[in-house]
């Protein structure tokens, strides 16, 4: 990926209860580290309860958390964020709160 350390990279999964696979094949390249965010489709009939769990922590173990989601409660989409991106938020707006301005997340995914 020489040239792309530069960019911010949002990744989008959506393989049919395969999201764990698809993480670890992830965590094998550049991928995992560069995404800022990491969309995932979850469906609870696909993943099982066990399923959903594990993902959720697994996401947490690669420093993501969950910020916003989508859809009806047993499938939708989960946007997980960089928790190193979310600080950097933080201390931004602390920073830049008597300058008159406040860093926020993106709204467009």
């Not at 209860?17 to 094998?28: H, N, S």
């Not at 995992?32 to 099982?48: P, R, W, Y």
């Not at 916003?68 to 960089?82: I, K, L, N, T, V």
Request: aromatic content about 8%; overall charge negative; proline content about 3%.
């Amino acid at each position: 990926m020489s040239g792309w350390e530069h960019l911010s990279v949002v990744v989008k999964i959506d393989v049919e209860g395969f999201e764990l696979v698809v993480l670890r094949a992830l965590e094998k390249t550049r991928v995992i580290g560069q995404a800022a965010k990491i969309i995932i489709e979850v469906s609870h009939d696909n993943l099982g309860p066990g399923g959903v769990v594990s993902l959720y922590a697994r996401m947490a173990e690669l420093g993501y958390t969950e910020i916003s989601r989508a859809g009806p409660r047993h499938h939708y989409d989960a946007c997980f964020q960089r928790l190193s991106d979310l600080a950097w938020l933080r201390r931004s707006n602390e920073t830049n709160e008597g300058a008159g301005f406040k860093a926020e997340p993106s709204a467009a995914l």
